[in-house]
């Protein structure tokens, strides 16, 4: 089973704070995304990498940014929370081609 | 014109009858189909997947694909409350373009 692990599950960080999204596949994928879902609006493409040190910017990319080091390692950054960052933050990864894209648990965050 | 379009229900069906999620989208050169379910709070979970013209069946699911109408739909047959939740729609065109309905929210009833 293709595994995605998002090691924050729910944070609260203040207005202003440099904030860390972490995930990390195990299923040796090229291609990995961040998602934002907010209700009403759906999924929302945040960035993706296709390889290490990789980024393409996907629909909302704005406030914040991305890292790849390692194959299986994607991380969000957020250089400056603000209160409509709050919101649920879905790591995924695909092996790419037609084939299906797999999300970890997701990271609710909330920035107050 | 979004490019994946769902009906957000609330779409509610008895238990035990066939719940019939439909969903349509814009890109013809689209290659891939897919189905998550998105239990309240929690992530998106795939379910099904369809490449070709046709029916494809895996238990109590069967997804089907029409690229001349640009339709995919999912059915799920003897519906049980723990089919309760939102299922998005899916779309791949190229390889890393995947495309998201906003979700309908299916309630089966006891």
């Known amino acids: 089973d293709v595994k995605v692990t998002q090691s924050s599950r729910y944070l609260v960080k203040r207005t202003g704070e440099k904030v860390f999204l972490e995930c990390v596949q195990d299923?040796?994928?090229?291609?990995m995304f961040w998602y934002r879902q907010d209700p009403g609006l759906g999924l929302r493409l945040i960035y993706f990498s296709y390889d290490v040190k990789m980024k393409e910017k996907g629909d909302i990319p704005e406030g914040y940014s991305v890292s790849r080091e390692k194959k299986e390692r994607f991380s969000l950054i957020l250089e400056s929370a603000s209160t409509n960052q709050t919101s649920m933050y879905l790591c995924?990864?695909?092996?790419?081609?037609?084939?299906?894209?797999?999300f970890g648990e997701g990271s609710w965050l909330t920035v107050v | 014109q979004k490019e994946v379009e769902q009906n957000s229900g609330p779409l509610s069906v008895p238990e035990g009858a066939i719940a019939s999620l439909n969903c349509t989208y814009s890109?013809?050169?689209?290659?891939?189909f897919f189905w998550y379910r998105q239990y309240s709070g929690k992530s998106p979970e795939l379910i099904m997947s369809?490449?070709?013209?046709g029916d494809k069946e895996d238990g109590r699911f069967t997804a089907q694909l029409n690229k001349a109408s640009q339709y995919v739909s999912l059915l799920i047959r003897d519906s049980q409350p723990s089919d309760s939740a939102t299922y998005l729609c899916a779309v791949k065109a190229g390889a890393n373009n995947l495309f998201f309905g906003t979700g309908t929210r299916l309630t089966v009833i006891p």
């Open positions: 299923m040796d994928h090229e291609n």
């Open positions: 995924a990864s695909s092996s790419g081609g037609p084939l299906a894209i797999y």
């Open positions: 890109d013809r050169v689209s290659q891939s």
């Open positions: 369809i490449y070709s013209n």
